[in-house]
C-alpha cells in the first residue's frame, strides 16, 4: 500500500515537473512575442506581422537558451549530488556486510577452536563443559552475523552450533534448534555436504519427538554411513549415530524404499 503511494506521489510529481516546463515555454513565448510587438509602431499593419513572429521566435529562442542553460547548471549539481550519494550509501552497505562477516568468521574460529578442545575423544560428552558453553555462545553469536550471506562459513557456524548444542544437550531451545537442522539439511543437499548431513541427522535424534521425522533423519544417516568422502572422525560420527538409529527402530533394514 505505502509502495503504490509513494508511485502515485512520484507520477503526479512527474506531471506536475512537465506542465511546469511546459507553462514556462508558453510564458516565455507570449512575452517575447509582446516585447517585440511593443517595439513597433501602434496599428499595426498585416505586413509587419512576420517580421514580428520572426522577431519574438530569436527572442524566444535567446531566453530559452538561457533558460536551459540555467537549468542544466542546477541539473548537474543535483544529479552530481544524488551520484554521491548512491556511491556512499552502497559503499556504507558493502562496509557493514564486510565488517559483519569479518567479526562473523571470527566468532566462528573462535567458537571452533574452543569448542574441540572442550568435546571428549568419544564425540558425545563434554570434557569442559564451561568452555563448551562459552564455545556454543562464539557459534551463536557467528551464525547471528552470518545468516543470510550465503557464504560457506555461515553453514560451518551454524552445524558447531548445532554440534555442542547436542553435546551440552539442553532442550530450552529445543524448536529453534529443530528449525535450524531443516535449514542446514536443505544447504547440505544443496552443497553436498555429508559432514552437515551427520549434524543433522544428530540433532534430530535428539531434540526430535516427531517419530517420522527421526526415521527420516536415520535413513539420511545410514545414506551418508557409506559415503566414501567421509575422513576417520566422520565415519566414526557416522557409525555412532546409526547404530543410535538401530535401537530406535530396531529390524529396519534401512533402504530408501522403507
Known sequence: MVKNWDETLRRIRRVLNTLLVFGILVFIS???FRLVAGSFTLGLQPRELPAILFGSGQVSLFVITIFIGILTIFGFQYFERKVREVVQSVTTKRLENLEKEARGRSFAIQGYIIGENSVAEDLRTAKDEGRLREALLYCDQAYKFLKGT???????????YLYYSCILGEKSRRGYLLECARLMRTAAEEHDSPNLLLTYGRTMLKFS?????????????????????????????????????????????WNPEN
Open 30 to 32: 507570449i512575452a517575447s
Open 150 to 160: 550465503g557464504l560457506a562459513v555461515e553453514f560451518l557456524a551454524l552445524n558447531n
Open 209 to 253: 519427538l516427531d517419530p517420522e521425522e527421526i526415521r527420516e533423519a536415520c535413513q539420511t544417516v545410514h545414506d551418508v554411513k557409506s559415503d566414501p568422502r567421509l575422513n576417520d572422525k566422520q565415519k566414526r560420527e557416522a557409525s555412532y549415530l546409526a547404530s543410535q538409529c538401530d535401537e530406535r527402530f530396531p529390524g529396519c533394514s
